[in-house]
């Protein structure tokens, strides 16, 4: 099973519609979790952390299940520009040198914003 | 503001050829990784670094050395050059593990031939 899962999409979404994706991770000691976005052929920059509690930052919202173990990422009001691959990163912080906080990527999901 | 950089952005490579992805940051973060991207693929870790001197694998590290003699740089070798190592290559840092961002380069898009 791999340790960062991602539905890969696409996911074909209107103008000003709202879309939701998940990303499940394998390892219950996991910390720290994060949205990336990656435009084609770019470097993926930070999109938003996710909080345990939740968090918004304008139309787009993370949020994080520690029991069930994923994290979701809801778009409102899907633009244009919101076409993209979302990656989910996960840091697991472990006592052995093979798990030192390194991120571990999702493959990401594909998300179509069509007019 | 440099943050990540990576040179060269582009590179043919022929079958058994080697060659030097160089990657610097100017941020003075001690973590440092290297990860591949294959079309239509997520990214796979190759190598990362938690400081100067200290290396260890990640998933995919066959093919690839790295090295870390400074904070700044961490350059990714190929030997034996082989058309599976047809990728793009993003290097990546962060300050340190925990809930903090890493900064991305622009990646290099290599071809193997």
């Known amino acids: 099973r791999k340790e960062v899962e991602q539905d890969p999409g696409p996911f074909n979404v209107p103008e000003g519609a709202t879309v939701a994706f998940n990303c499940t991770y394998s390892n219950s000691a996991s910390q720290s979790f994060f949205w990336y976005r990656q435009d084609c052929r770019k470097e993926p920059k930070l999109l938003m952390s996710?909080?345990?509690s939740g968090n918004e930052d304008g139309r787009f919202t993370a949020q994080l299940n520690r029991a069930s173990q994923y994290i979701s990422l809801l778009i409102r009001d899907s633009k244009l520009s919101d076409s993209a691959t979302y990656l989910c990163?996960?840091?697991?912080?472990?006592?052995?040198?093979?798990?030192?906080?390194?991120?571990?990527f999702g493959a990401g999901t594909q998300v179509v914003v069509t007019p | 503001n440099a943050g990540v950089t990576q040179t060269p952005k582009f590179r043919i490579l022929k079958i058994g050829q080697s060659m030097t992805l160089q990657c610097a940051q100017d941020?003075?973060?001690?973590?440092m990784y290297w990860y591949r991207q294959d079309p239509g693929m997520g990214l796979k870790l190759i190598y990362y670094?938690?400081?100067?001197?200290?290396?260890d694998k990640g998933e995919v590290p066959n093919g690839y050395n790295v090295s870390r003699s400074t904070t700044e740089d961490f350059p990714l070798r190929l030997e034996l050059a082989a058309p599976s190592q047809t990728s793009v290559y993003f290097c990546?840092?962060?300050?340190?593990?925990?809930?903090?961002?890493?900064?991305f380069g622009q990646g290099t898009r290599l071809t193997v031939v």
């Open positions: 941020m003075n973060h001690n973590y």
């Open positions: 990546a840092s962060s300050p340190l593990w925990g809930n903090t961002e890493a900064f």
């Open positions: 990163v996960v840091i697991t912080i472990g006592m052995t040198t093979d798990s030192w906080g390194k991120l571990q």
């Open positions: 670094s938690v400081g100067a001197g200290i290396t």
């Open positions: 996710v909080y345990s």
